[in-house]
């Protein structure tokens, strides 16, 4: 299983299930709720594009293993229990990813016996975040410049996000950031 907030999803994650795919037999990419991030797009929101994106990677490189796309509240570990994973698979970006990742996998597997695969991110995807995304569709004048970090599909939305005014953009612009709404 790869659990994430995915708000919004990046090239980086995209990567990440691609070369899982060729790791386990099936994959659950589980889009979860981070109580310290302030969400830009909704659960089903997250889905619907991560769905869409999963469907052209798995048409495009078949004969790996099959992909769905869940959304969870709660622990991950449950989540991952009631979905019958044995292994969490999680993206490094740089070594402070690697410090924080390693304590929740030694807590994962302490608490609920599960495992965890990491795979270093590619070169291109090791300084891409989500809330960096989310920073740079707020301040820039045309989120237009993420296309090397997310899809076309991603720019678009963020581009209409921040045509509404949506208000994970304006506490990141007034220094507000990370508070729940």
Do not use: C, W
């Not at 797009?41 to 869409?52: G, T």
């Not at 990677?57 to 019958?84: C, K, N, Q, W, Y």
């Not at 402070?96 to 929740?104: I, P």
């Not at 939305?157 to 950031?177: F, I, V, Y």
């Amino acid at each position: 299983m790869f659990p994430g907030s995915f708000d919004p999803v990046t090239y980086g994650h995209l990567d990440v299930i691609r070369r899982g795919r060729r790791l386990f037999d099936g994959l659950v990419v589980a889009v979860g709720r981070h109580p310290g991030k302030d969400p830009l797009f909704s659960p089903e929101e997250r889905v619907e594009m991560l769905e869409a994106l999963v469907q052209r990677i798995v048409r495009d490189e078949p004969g790996e293993a099959e992909v769905r796309v869940e959304s969870f509240a709660g622990l991950t570990v449950d989540f991952a229990r009631e979905m019958g994973a044995t292994v969490l698979l999680r993206g490094i970006r740089n070594l402070s990813d690697l410090q924080s990742e390693v304590q929740q996998a030694l807590t994962n597997r302490q608490v609920a016996g599960l495992e965890t695969a990491f795979i270093v991110a590619g070169q291109d995807f090791a300084y891409t975040s989500s809330s960096l995304i989310k920073q740079v569709t707020a301040m820039a004048e045309d989120p237009s410049a993420l296309k090397t970090m997310v899809p076309p599909e991603v720019v678009k939305r963020l581009k209409q996000k921040k045509k509404e005014g949506h208000p994970a953009l304006a506490r990141l612009l007034n220094g507000d950031a990370g508070r729940e709404a």
